[in-house]
């Protein structure tokens, strides 16, 4: 079983600050770093460390930034054949992390914005997959692709709608299991509420689970509230990259034949231990840790 993720690689640069300023205000931030992120890449390395055999099919730039991304996937023991160098700087994404653990994010596409279409790196990739991972941050024209290569051969196709774009036509209704978080659900399905947004979304795919930060996760499916994962309790020092946490240990657990419930479990525990501590990638745990997070 291995994972194929189909999706973005930024290099982070991360300020923590105590609020965001005003416009035109400068002020003092408290701290500065730059990690390995990208919600593709994130994935990538949270589905590794949760033990899933994974491969990397994306874009960076002929640059430093690229290079070092690349070394981590490497790092990681993921394989990059399909990580394609183009000629366009690599992804970047400005994030500010408040005091709470909070964060905001601006992404410079760069050459995720590139990934227009599948090449022949990406597509062997994919045949190989028994899961497909992809979020919005590459041209949905390549998602749309991927998604029905997987489809064809069978492979469980996983979307995070994530940032919060309307998608193309028919690419929906190519999707097996599609994690938003509450603000993305609510965006896709028009809905007020997560629990309505849930209902309503899984009318066009076949399950959604809404990640709702420190309250858990609702999964839905034929329009009905099926399972409540609950909340995992922590003090949050950043929350960046928790999504990702949890949608690649997710699907590590689903690659290593667990049933759903059983996999969202580990996934909230998780993530739950990434937002104890700083960074997307660098705040990632491994197998063993969520092991001991689950076992209390
Ligand atoms: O989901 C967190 C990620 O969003 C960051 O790593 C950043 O690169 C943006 O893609």
């Keep these: 079983m291995t994972v194929v993720v189909l999706g973005s690689a930024n290099m982070d640069l991360v300020v923590r600050q105590p609020r965001l300023p005003e416009p035109g205000e400068t002020m003092f931030g408290s701290g500065f770093q730059t990690v390995a992120g990208g919600k593709g890449l994130n994935q990538a390395v949270a589905a590794a460390r949760a033990g899933a055999p994974v491969a990397f099919a994306g874009a960076v730039g002929a640059d430093a930034n690229g290079a070092e991304l690349r070394a981590v996937l490497e790092g990681e023991g993921i394989a990059t054949a399909a990580l394609a160098e183009l000629d366009a700087p690599t ?21 995720n914005a590139e990934v227009a279409a599948l090449d022949d790196a990406a597509r062997e990739a994919i045949r190989g ?47 097996d299991i599609l994690v938003p978080n509450g603000g993305e659900a609510r965006a896709l399905s028009g809905a007020d509420d997560d629990a309505e947004a849930a209902r309503i979304l899984s009318g066009r795919v076949g399950t959604v689970v809404v990640t709702r930060g420190g309250e858990g996760a609702l999964v839905a499916r034929g329009g009905e509230i099926v399972h409540e994962v609950a909340p995992v309790r922590v003090e949050p020092v950043d929350t960046t990259g928790a999504g990702d946490t949890f949608v ?9 034949g667990l049933e759903l419930e059983p996999a969202l479990a580990r996934a909230a525990a998780g993530a739950a231990v990434s937002v104890t ?7 990632m745990p491994s197998r063993d840790e969520i092991d001991a997070a689950l076992a209390g």
């Design 277 to 283: 501590r700083a960074g997307a990638t660098s705040s």
């Design 248 to 256: 690649g240990v997710l699907v590590a657990g689903l690659a290593d």
């Design 129 to 175: 997959a028994s899961h497909l991972v992809m979020q919005f941050e590459l041209p949905q024209s390549a998602l749309l692709e991927g998604a029905r290569l997987a489809r064809e051969l069978g492979a469980v196709t996983v979307l995070t709608p994530a940032p919060a774009l309307d998608p193309v036509d028919g690419l929906l209704e190519l999707v």
């Design 91 to 111: 992804g970047i994404a400005a994030i500010s992390v408040l005091d709470d653990g909070e964060n905001s994010i601006v992404v410079v596409s760069g050459a």
